[in-house]
């Protein structure tokens, strides 16, 4: 079993910036591929940033250029930094490992 555990979530001016960060814990040894999706409100959970075991990254259209993921497996916690929010980043947002497990998720809030 994996537990996650997201934070970093808030309320920022767009334009602004957030640090997420997902711990993960428990039987953390076999996990690979690590990602970030959110989920705005009436809307459909969607994939925002993705990274292997290895650093290979891939990223949404929509936050290409301003979202950046990373991990550190020592620390077997995964990065979300997101720069130049926009209100259309609003949501919540969700840390997952593999295709098994979910963190609770962290909102964030970008007013105009």
């Known amino acids: 079993q994996v537990q996650l555990v997201e934070s970093g979530g808030g309320l920022v001016q767009a334009g602004g910036s957030l640090r997420l960060s997902c711990v993960a814990s428990?039987?953390?040894?076999?996990?690979?591929?690590m990602g970030w999706y959110r989920q705005a409100p009436g809307k459909q959970r969607d994939l925002v940033a993705g990274i292997s075991s290895t650093g290979m990254t891939n990223y949404a259209a929509s936050v290409k250029g301003r979202f950046t993921i990373s991990r550190d497996n020592a620390k077997n916690t995964v990065y979300l930094q997101m720069n130049s929010l926009r209100p259309e980043d609003t949501a919540v947002y969700y840390c997952?490992?593999?295709?098994?497990?979910w963190g609770k998720g962290t909102l964030v809030t970008v007013s105009s």
């Open positions: 428990g039987s953390t040894a076999g996990i690979d591929a």
């Open positions: 997952k490992a593999d295709v098994y497990y």
